[in-house]
């Protein structure tokens, strides 16, 4: 199985990083894509993978980090530090490595505003910097990674004329999805993947995505643990980690009424397909 979206270049894993990887090969995850989110983790994640089998990396700056602010939810509590995406720098990161397989996490995040600043100015500079990571994307030809929070409306704006104007051969994937069914329905009509994480295995899971997920062809379906966040039932509330996307994997068998062995082999070659590994 290939846990498409994690982080084991984050701080959470600092410690043990090679245990967890260790873990995930035991339960049949041999491959994982460190998902950057930043430029530290960003480059962390390259270097991590230049070391290691089976290790992939995405690079991008992440909305939430275009500002410096307080993020509080459930599982975590951090401050983020705010810089501006520099094309180049990232463009130089990802042409060093051949183990960069996307860009991203990058896109819209409506949900996490900065306090203190204007609304409009931030979505703004959020739509500029996702303009600049389609564009390189495009330029390097490589698939997208979005993350998308309460702002689908103004992401397929910026999808919808992105590829009108013959960008992102490579699509993409909306990672978490977490969306309608006619929000799933546009990502599908534009090319995209939809990927789930541990969220689809909550007890109080909301039936519409449940909904998405029954709907939605196995050959647009990725899995994911964005680890180390989300930890999926029977561990939710832990740290995530790689090995735990046999969880997701097996939600979607169960909703979907196929073997787990069907979803294993369609989201593995799913993501063998989008980031060419
Ligand atoms: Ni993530």
């Known amino acids: 199985m290939i846990d498409t979206h994690c982080h084991l270049n984050f701080k959470a894993f600092k410690d043990d990083a090679d245990e967890v990887i260790k873990r995930a090969h035991d339960a049949g995850v041999?491959?994982?894509?460190?998902?950057?989110?930043?430029?530290?983790?960003?480059?962390?994640?390259?270097?991590?993978?230049?070391?290691?089998?089976?290790?992939?990396?995405?690079?991008a700056l992440h909305p939430i980090h275009l500002y410096e602010q307080e993020v509080d939810e459930e599982e975590t509590h951090?401050?983020?530090?705010?810089?501006?995406?520099?094309?180049?720098?990232?463009?130089?990161?990802?042409l060093e490595s051949k183990k960069v397989v996307a860009i991203g996490e990058c896109g819209l995040d409506y949900?996490?505003?900065?306090?203190?600043?204007?609304?409009?100015?931030?979505?703004?500079?959020?739509?500029?910097?996702?303009?600049?990571?389609?564009?390189?994307?495009?330029?390097?030809?490589?698939?997208l990674i979005i993350h998308c929070r309460e702002a689908y409306d103004d992401l397929f704006q910026i999808l919808n004329e992105a590829v009108k104007a013959g960008k992102l051969p490579g699509r993409g994937?909306?990672?978490?999805?977490?969306?309608t069914r006619?929000?799933?329905?546009?990502?599908?009509?534009?090319?995209?993947?939809?990927?789930f994480t541990g969220i689809i295995t909550f007890k109080n899971a909301s039936p519409e995505l449940l909904e998405v997920v029954k709907e939605t062809p196995l050959d647009k379906i990725m899995v994911e643990t964005d680890a180390p966040y989300l930890a999926p039932h029977p561990y939710r509330g832990k740290r995530n980690e790689p090995?735990?996307?046999?969880?997701?994997?097996?939600?979607?068998?169960?909703l979907k009424?196929?073997?787990?062995?069907?979803?294993?082999?369609m989201t593995t070659k799913n993501a063998e397909y989008l980031f060419t590994i």
């Open 257 to 265: 009424e196929v073997d787990f062995k069907i979803v294993l082999d």
């Open 30 to 59: 041999t491959r994982i894509i460190n998902v950057g989110s930043q430029w530290d983790t960003s480059a962390r994640g390259v270097s991590m993978a230049e070391e290691r089998e089976g290790l992939y990396a995405a690079i």
């Open 78 to 94: 951090f401050t983020t530090r705010a810089e501006v995406f520099d094309y180049d720098k990232y463009k130089k990161l990802a």
């Open 111 to 143: 949900y996490h505003f900065p306090k203190g600043e204007n609304i409009e100015e931030v979505k703004k500079k959020q739509a500029d910097s996702f303009q600049q990571h389609i564009d390189l994307a495009t330029e390097l030809n490589l698939p």
């Open 243 to 254: 090995a735990y996307v046999v969880e997701v994997a097996n939600k979607i068998a169960e």
């Open 182 to 195: 006619e929000q799933a329905k546009k990502f599908l009509d534009l090319g995209f993947y939809l990927s």
């Open 173 to 179: 994937v909306n990672h978490c999805f977490l969306g």
